[in-house]
């Protein structure tokens, strides 16, 4: 594989730029985080639940979401590191969490109870995730999309991508034994494996560029619609919230189990274009990668859980149905623009991108 | 007694792979060593892998079945 990222430099990532404000709830979190006083935000987040018709596919309130989250993440330029524990964010934070969290318990059909042990949790996770179907993103991008659909693609990837497996790594020290063990054996491979180089999320970075994209946090969240964001959203809920911890498991594992295969698709997708190693070395890295994964996510990871903490197995089958339902909406629409002869970007992108 | 930790230890993941952890070189007959990007890797054991002898998860969409390890006890 190519040596593409040679020194630590070109793998650092900022914080990012605020984002445009879409509605009310989300002007009012970056006017506070810009330093306004926040007075009226708890209110227009019950004034926004009580009137939003569907809070996963809302875009003021999955924004507002994903500002408040970023804060714990790599954050916004020119925003205090200590908003990061602003009483007035936590609360609204945890005020949409709420509603989100029993929309996705509703939204979901959990699989029949395995027993709580690591194997009948794997084969359970096994057979949800191979019932997968539906419209097939990866098939599209590999057989007939254009050069502009693969750009999209890598954009609306970009969002969740470039801070690929850090959702997850909050679990880390609320697990234990041979969970954390598990979840540590796949974290130190998405983070490289001791080689900066080597991090998945500086390894998609190269793939932004080899298409002339913006490979900086953030550049493009304007661009995505509410799905995207609620995807990342959906993860740092699981992952920051300690009661949550057999439902980020399950996530992960179901994430691991659907994604080998679909990246082979995509490296394909690439190639057919004419693009080479240092454009497809991710999705190639993937397929290898996350067939290790799967294995260790499902028994190891998901199934020592299990196994160790047994009141967790509904948790960690409802994190797993929700990435199998959520995570697929930015295919599916992606494909539902592309076939409508759209784009799927809520604007163009800005030309000076383009250069590549 | 501390149980023994074998330094390579190798999993037989049930219609799926071999899961191989610790310190092994994989190589070609003639004795070059294979890349071995990760420390644990997964051997493809149905034989419809496109990265042989590395796993890719096509076990999956053939159906590949194993018969249920007999543990020794
Ligand atoms: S065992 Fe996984 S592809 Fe053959």
Same mark, same amino acid.
């Given at each position: 594989?190519?040596?593409l990222l040679l ?6 990532q900022?914080?990012?730029v605020?984002?445009?404000?879409r509605?009310?709830?989300s ?5 506070l985080?810009r330093? #306004?006083?926040?007075?009226d935000?708890q ?5 926004a ?6 809070? %996963? ?7 507002a979401?994903f500002?408040?989250y ?5 954050? $916004?330029?020119g ?7 602003s009483p ?8 949409i ?14 699989p ?8 009948a949790?794997?084969?359970?996770l $096994?057979?949800?995730t ?6 097939s ?13 693969l750009?999209? $693609?890598?954009?609306?990837? &970009? ?9 997850h &790594?909050w679990?880390?020290?609320?697990? &234990?034994?041979?969970a954390?063990?598990?979840l ?15 991090i998945? &999320?500086?390894?998609?970075a190269?793939?932004m560029?080899?298409l #002339?994209?913006?490979d900086?946090?953030?550049?493009y ?5 509410a799905?995207?964001?609620?995807s990342?959203?959906?993860?740092? %809920? $699981?992952g %920051?919230?300690r009661? %949550? ?6 996530h992960l ?6 994604s ?11 190639r ?13 890295e993937?397929?290898?990668?996350d067939?290790?994964h799967?294995?260790?996510?499902a028994r190891?990871l ?14 960690v ?8 339902l959520?995570?697929?909406?930015? #295919?599916?629409h992606?494909?539902?623009?592309w076939?409508? #002869? ?12 383009a250069?590549? | 007694?501390v ?9 037989a ?5 071999l ?7 994989v ?10 990007r ?16 590395y ?19």
């Amino acid at each position: 594989m190519p040596a593409l990222l040679l020194d630590d430099d070109a793998v650092l990532q900022r914080p990012m730029v605020l984002p445009v404000a879409r509605g009310p709830v989300s002007a009012e979190v970056l006017a506070l985080l810009r330093g #306004g006083r926040g007075h009226d935000l708890q209110p227009l987040v019950e004034a926004a639940l009580a009137a939003v018709a569907d809070v %996963l596919r809302d875009d003021d309130l999955q924004l507002a979401l994903f500002c408040l989250y970023e804060v714990h993440y790599g954050g $916004f330029a020119g925003v205090p590191d200590d908003l990061e524990w602003s009483p007035v964010l936590s609360a609204a934070r945890l005020r949409i969490e709420r509603d989100v969290e029993a929309v996705l318990r509703a939204a979901v059909r959990l699989p029949p109870r395995p027993e709580p042990t690591a194997a009948a949790v794997a084969e359970a996770l $096994f057979a949800i995730t191979s019932a997968e179907s539906g419209p097939s993103l990866a098939r599209h991008l590999a057989r007939s999309a254009t050069l502009e659909q693969l750009r999209e $693609f890598l954009v609306q990837r &970009s969002v969740y991508t470039l801070k690929e497996a850090d959702p997850h &790594s909050w679990a880390i020290p609320r697990l &234990s034994g041979r969970a954390k063990a598990a979840l540590v054996e796949i974290q130190s491979d998405e983070y490289g494996g001791g080689r900066p180089g080597r991090i998945h &999320s500086a390894i998609f970075a190269g793939t932004m560029r080899s298409l #002339g994209l913006d490979d900086a946090a953030g550049a493009y969240v304007d661009l995505v619609p509410a799905v995207v964001l609620t995807s990342l959203n959906t993860m740092s %809920l $699981f992952g %920051l919230n300690r009661r %949550l911890r057999g439902a980020v498991v399950g996530h992960l594992a179901a994430f691991e189990m659907t994604s080998a295969v679909p990246n082979r698709f995509y490296g394909n997708a690439f190639r057919r274009l004419g693009f080479g190693e240092e454009t497809t070395w991710y999705f190639d890295e993937h397929v290898e990668a996350d067939a290790v994964h799967e294995q260790i996510a499902a028994r190891d990871l998901a199934g020592g859980l299990v196994a160790a903490e047994p009141e967790l197995l509904d948790d960690v089958l409802f994190g797993a149905a929700v990435s199998l339902l959520v995570d697929g909406w930015p #295919g599916e629409h992606m494909l539902q623009r592309w076939a409508a #002869g759209e784009s799927s970007l809520r604007a163009p992108l800005p030309e000076e991108a383009a250069r590549g | 007694m501390v149980d023994r930790v074998p330094p390579v230890l190798i999993v037989a993941c049930p219609d799926g792979p071999l899961l191989v952890r610790g310190e092994v070189e994989v190589r070609t007959p003639d004795g070059r060593a294979l890349p071995q990007r990760r420390r644990t890797v997964a051997l493809c054991r149905c034989g419809k892998s496109t990265i042989k002898p590395y796993c890719d998860g096509t076990h999956k969409i053939i159906g590949f079945r194993t018969e249920p390890e007999t543990p020794e006890d």
